[in-house]
């Protein structure tokens, strides 16, 4: 069989294989995947909740691997955090997520810390008793440092949550070789 004659016959193959009625006749074929490029945790313990709004991650590279570290913050200054940055009023911190494969679900440890101290009742930090990070998009690897990652969480303390959407850049700052 000619090239041709190949594509004809893969083309009719494709075509009788579809379902029309769950393709509208005006869809494209190449259409935009959308990212949301938001970051919004709900941070709620006890009856305080407040929302962490802005992230970032970094690459921990050892000899043994490579894996993530990921921050999220409310308050303090903006962009890539320095030893100089202004204090944030919360940070969330997940210091050894695997680089995601695929949208598998990954756990990691993860700490909260409170240096407003309202959120933890007075207490500087809180440790995650359970960790679901759930891979949405990414643009990461383990030779790489990538640009972006897109994850939904789900994070249970001794006393409260941390639920929501996640979209981190990356941070020279936040890379480590180990």
């Known amino acids: 069989m000619s090239m041709g004659g190949r594509l004809a016959a893969l083309s009719l193959a494709l075509i009788a294989c579809s379902d029309p009625a769950a393709t509208p006749p005006d869809a494209s074929v190449d259409a935009a995947v959308v990212i949301d490029t938001t970051t919004s945790l709900a941070a709620r313990f006890g009856s305080v909740q407040r929302t962490l709004d802005r992230a970032y991650f970094g690459v921990t590279r050892s000899a043994s691997g490579a894996t993530l570290r990921i921050e999220a913050y409310r308050g303090g200054g903006t962009g890539c955090p320095t030893q100089s940055s202004p204090t944030t009023d919360y940070t969330l911190v997940l210091a050894t997520v695997p680089i995601p494969n695929g949208m598998m679900p990954v756990s990691s440890p993860g700490n909260i810390l409170d240096f407003v101290g309202d959120l933890l009742n007075g207490q500087l930090g809180a440790a995650a008793t359970a960790v679901t990070i759930t ?10 440092n990538g640009t972006f990652l ?22 020279d700052s936040l890379d480590e070789q180990q």
């Open 150 to 171: 897109s994850v939904d969480t789900s994070i249970t303390f001794a006393g409260g949550t941390i639920m929501g959407h996640l979209y981190a850049t990356h941070c």
């Open 135 to 144: 891979p949405l998009a990414t643009d990461v690897c383990a030779t790489c």
